[in-house]
């Protein structure tokens, strides 16, 4: 499988240019998912000046997609009457943020959600999102192997 490099430039300058989708739907709270979503979360966060949360997941085991996705660390926080912005590097499989958003809807009583990611990768998911979701993509991708800066 071909490897895709991104630099940080490149991931900056992706995000500054996709920025104002997010600003016009200006969200309370930026959810960033732990590991993935972490940097581009806070790069983000200096266009759009919102306070940023963070969630761990865990859906790998042994570079292989585990049947169920395990929560590491969530939020306590009643989000009914707030937007929020769930941030992560890539949409590969989208079960992740199936997950998510469907957690967030269920212990937090999240109404009004969007998704952002860097990529999306063009293939079959094996999560939806429901409609009302606002889904922003930075690009969409060929399935190859992305290597962000941050990953070793």
């Given at each position: 499988m071909e490897k895709i490099r991104y630099s940080y430039d490149k991931i900056t300058q992706l995000i500054k240019d996709n920025a104002h989708k997010i600003?016009?739907?200006?969200?309370?709270?930026?959810?960033?998912?732990?590991?993935?979503?972490?940097?581009?979360?806070?790069l983000?966060?200096?266009?759009?000046?919102?306070?940023?949360?963070?969630?761990?997941?865990?859906?790998?085991?042994?570079?292989k997609i585990k049947d169920n996705v395990d929560i590491v660390?969530?939020?306590?926080?009643d989000l009914s009457?707030?937007?929020i912005m769930i941030i992560d590097e890539v949409d590969d499989t989208r079960k992740t943020l199936d997950f998510c958003?469907?957690?967030?809807?269920?212990?937090?009583?999240?109404?009004?959600?969007?998704?952002?990611?860097?990529?999306?990768?063009?293939?079959?998911?094996?999560g939806q999102l429901?409609?009302?979701?606002?889904?922003?993509?930075c690009e969409n991708v060929d399935d190859n192997w992305i290597v962000y800066p941050w990953d070793l």
């Open positions: 600003k016009n739907y200006n969200p309370d709270y930026i959810i960033a998912i732990g590991g993935g979503g972490l940097i581009p979360a806070r983000l966060r200096n266009f759009i000046k919102k306070p940023i949360y963070v969630v761990s997941l865990s859906l790998y085991a042994d570079d660390q969530w939020i306590d926080t009457d707030k937007k958003v469907k957690r967030f809807k269920l212990i937090n009583n999240a109404k009004d959600i969007g998704v952002f990611v860097l990529q999306n990768k063009i293939k079959e998911k094996l429901d409609d009302d979701v606002k889904y922003i993509s």
